[in-house]
């Protein structure tokens, strides 16, 4: 990995693996295909405020700003619509006279568009390189392999593959191809039953963690009734019979923002915090959602502290960007975050103000920057399986 730009003391090194800072530096050698043509204006030029509204102001109807959830303020504040990533991308199916998509989110959220909008909209991602981890840990090839694993073991027909939105287009695809569907953690639960009258066996993608909170908490099944699959192991590290023996297959995936919070930090905040209720993501562990007094979407956090009494005390174990907002739309509770480190998702965070007044700009200029495509076949596919989950009961 080759660093640039860092801007050490004189004399100091930077280590040939030192780690960038969150939103400064780039890293060219990791970073292909992300260059922004043309002028990125410096975060600290006072006038990215006036140079987005002009920008929005100048493109009119035809530009439509989608911002997640987890998205920096001071890009929400630009956003048309705000939500998780399914509602963004039905709100982006909805609008079929924008003939500009700009999604302030992550690589696949901007794919979910592309699938749902028509091909005469341009889905616009403002830096390529905010990708998702999680999303990232489930490849085509692997699933694929996957899958051949399973028919040696003679499962295959058994099974029915349940996708996280934050998967890829190409497992998308794959999911539909194989008569899946796609789920949000609003509606795994369903998905998981819907997929149980289908047949025998889920292989749920590509959060284990998801899978594993909805398989045992919300259905009732046992930790001994789901099996992990690893991709990075011969056979995904499971024997035949253990795979027959399974009722849930679950994906070797997580999320790396909500994948650190732990059952310490939970008993950590209740000592701290007489009578705090905790509540966290279903993309969390097992042993944190069991700790915890309420699990849910991000749309359920948010309706859950909305309706919260004034006076009650909230630790919340979601995404950074989403607590602290929280926290300010209700200065009459307590809102904390509930780990003691920072946790950002870095890739939602590449999305800045000059990434989004340098796409806005450039879309003014008549560039499209930073278009995402889905290749026809994959989308065909994707879209059955997103499909399904409309019609999910
Ligand atoms: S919060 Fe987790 S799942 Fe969401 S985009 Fe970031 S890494 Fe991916």
New binding site residues.
Partial sequence: MTTVDLDLPAGVEPTPLALLLLGRQRDPDSERGVDCPGDLPPASDPTLVARARAAKAALGDRLFVLG?H?QRDEVIEFADVTGD?FKLAQQAAARPDAEFIVFC??H?MAESADILTGPEQAVILPDLGA?????DMATFDQVEECWAVLSDAGVADATVPVSYM?SSAAIKGFTGRHGGTICTSSNAKRAMEWAFGKGEKVLFLP?QHLGRNTAVRELGLTLDDCVVYNPHRPKGGLTPEQLQAATVILWKGH????GRFTAESVADVRARIPGVNVLVHP?CTYEVAMAADLVGSTDFIIRTLDAAPAGSSWAIGT?LNLVKRLAKLHPDKTVVFLEKTVCF????NRIDLPHLVWSLEQLVAGNVPNRITVEPETARYARQALDQMLALP
């Fill in positions: 997640h987890y990533s989110g992550v696949f990708g998702c981890s999680m999303a934050n959060d999320c790396s923002v909500h993309e995404e998702c870095a890739t939602m």
